[in-house]
């Protein structure tokens, strides 16, 4: 028995206008209305959030962070010792 997907209901007052222009836009595509509006909804809220996840750095930094990858510094001693005790451990087991 396959299972249902839970569902939530969203409610929005919309001018006339607009929903003269969606119902248009939902015909045009062969679509219903309810799916037209929920797959544009859909797509603006995945492009918002991959929008607001994107790091955005400017040429300098870019610069700065391509010469970190390219000429990594030197490990700090503490690393130096926390990679031998590492070692150490994972030789003794």
Avoid: N
């Avoid at 679509?31 to 040429?59: H, N």
């Amino acid at each position: 028995m396959p299972s249902v997907a839970a569902t939530a209901r969203l409610e929005a007052r919309i001018s006339t206008d607009l929903h003269a222009m969606l119902k248009r836009a939902a015909e045009i595509q062969g679509r219903t209305m309810t799916d037209f509006v929920v797959s544009a909804v859909q797509d603006a809220a995945k492009q918002a959030i991959e929008q607001a996840e994107i790091i955005r750095l400017s040429l300098a930094d870019q610069e700065c962070f391509a010469q970190a990858l390219l000429s990594p510094p030197q490990p700090a001693a503490a690393l130096e010792r926390a990679f031998a005790r590492r070692r150490k451990l994972l030789s003794s087991e």
